[in-house]
């Protein structure tokens, strides 16, 4: 059974704890936010634009859950109210942090990082390094995985970045 995880961080105290079948308005907005605003940038309908985001966030989340079916799926929570999400994947040698996302409004003030950090660190001392992979024009979540110590590994030749945060980086912090 998963269980909820706390980490206070200097941008406040955030939960992580386990999507339940609730959260499905809440997902859906969150992939809204982000897939949606590319869309309505192009001029399209309203009505054509719900209807792919509806399309892609099924496909998403049936391509995750299938790809992944053991990993940790989290909702983030501030103050009682849901305000992001986490996925994890353990590989073993290697914990894979296969989505992360945040509303648009708790975006580029450093939670993300700091989030991501803390994860990165609890995943350490269990032994597992961290990886990511990053569209290699998504400049804000390369600059966060650089200022917390992720190293590029490979460009997979399909637009996106491996990205691997050795143990060794928390465990030099944390002594």
Known sequence: MEVSRRYDTAFGSVTLRPERADDEAFLFALFDAHAGR????????????????????RSSNATHRNAFPDATYSIIESAGRPIGRFIEADEGET?????????????????????TEKIAD??????????????????????LCAKIGFVETADNGMGHINLVRPREVALRAKG
């Open 38 to 57: 590319v869309m309505r940038q192009g001029g399209l309908p309203e009505p054509q634009i719900r209807t792919m985001i509806e399309f892609q966030f």
């Open 122 to 143: 609890e995943w350490a001392l269990k032994g597992r390094a961290a990886r990511v992979e990053v569209f290699q024009n998504n400049t804000p979540s390369l600059k």
């Open 95 to 115: 914990v894979y942090f296969v989505d992360f996302a945040l509303l648009e409004d708790r975006q580029a003030r450093g939670l993300g990082t700091a989030l």
